[in-house]
């Protein structure tokens, strides 16, 4: 935005100079668009490059979910009968189905993504300080201060969440297998509206916490 305002700052910048002065370029003008040019590159380079990284990331996650309900499945149908018939089938389902996706979308994509964006964090710290090291730690430290206090503060909270989260998911689960499995006697006793009342509460409160967890 300095250059596009003032192109004579060319001639005070050393980096901006440099470059001038070893491209050999005749004006201002013409050194304006090439840097703009280069700006319109770097932007479109770095904005593949982030959508390389997400399908690269959503692919191993996706990947590795597959590979984890594959073996959950495996070890269940290695057991011997007798432990299906004192087990429920909603919960089995549940832990194929939505622990592997939970696990998955919840947890592990969130430490990648901390993980790659404390990366790219660092680099751009570390820039700071070696332009500006003291008002750049000052800073540093009383963020850093701030997210430790609510980190703390929200620890217990977010484990009363995550159990809830499961028992709800466990409620939604019951009471659609409840629903179809006993389908012949609702419909004779005319209970369709207790059963959908019933999961629509759930599935409210379960939204509701769903939001707040993910927050």
Same mark, same amino acid.
């Given at each position: ?6 192109p %004579?700052?060319?001639?005070s910048? =050393?980096?901006?100079n ?6 050999e ?20 380079v770095?904005n ?14 996706h990947?590795?979910r597959?590979?984890?309900?594959? =073996?959950?499945? =495996? ?6 009968y007798s432990f ?7 919960h089995?389902?549940k832990n194929l189905l ?14 990648? %993504?901390?993980? %790659? ?12 300080i ?23 503060g929200?620890k ?12 709800l998911n466990?409620?939604l ?11 012949k ?8 509206s207790?059963f959908?009342s019933a999961? %629509?509460a759930?599935? =409210? ?7 707040v967890?993910m927050?």
């Amino acid at each position: 935005a300095t250059l596009i305002a003032d192109p %004579t700052v060319v001639e005070s910048n =050393r980096w901006l100079n440099r470059a001038y002065a070893t491209l050999e370029f005749s004006d201002h003008r013409a050194f304006l668009i090439a840097v703009g040019t280069v700006l319109v590159g770097v932007v479109v380079v770095r904005n593949l490059f982030g959508m390389f990284c997400l399908w690269y990331r959503l692919r191993y996650l996706h990947w590795l979910r597959v590979r984890l309900a594959a =073996r959950l499945l =495996r070890g269940y149908m290695a057991r011997a009968y007798s432990f299906f018939l004192g087990a429920n089938s909603a919960h089995l389902s549940k832990n194929l189905l939505v622990d592997t996706n939970t696990l998955i979308n919840g947890y592990l994509y969130s430490w990648i %993504t901390l993980v %790659t964006d404390g990366v790219m964090s660092g680099a751009i710290i570390g820039f700071l300080i070696w332009q500006e090291p003291f008002v750049t730690l000052i800073a540093l430290s009383c963020f850093g201060l701030i997210g430790i206090g609510l980190a703390w503060g929200m620890k217990r909270k977010l484990q009363e969440l995550g159990r809830r989260h499961r028992a709800l998911n466990d409620s939604l689960f019951k009471t659609v297998n409840e629903s179809f499995g006993g389908i012949k006697e609702i419909k004779v006793l005319g209970r369709e509206s207790f059963f959908v009342s019933a999961f %629509t509460a759930v599935a =409210r409160e379960h939204a509701r916490v769903a939001i707040v967890f993910m927050l």
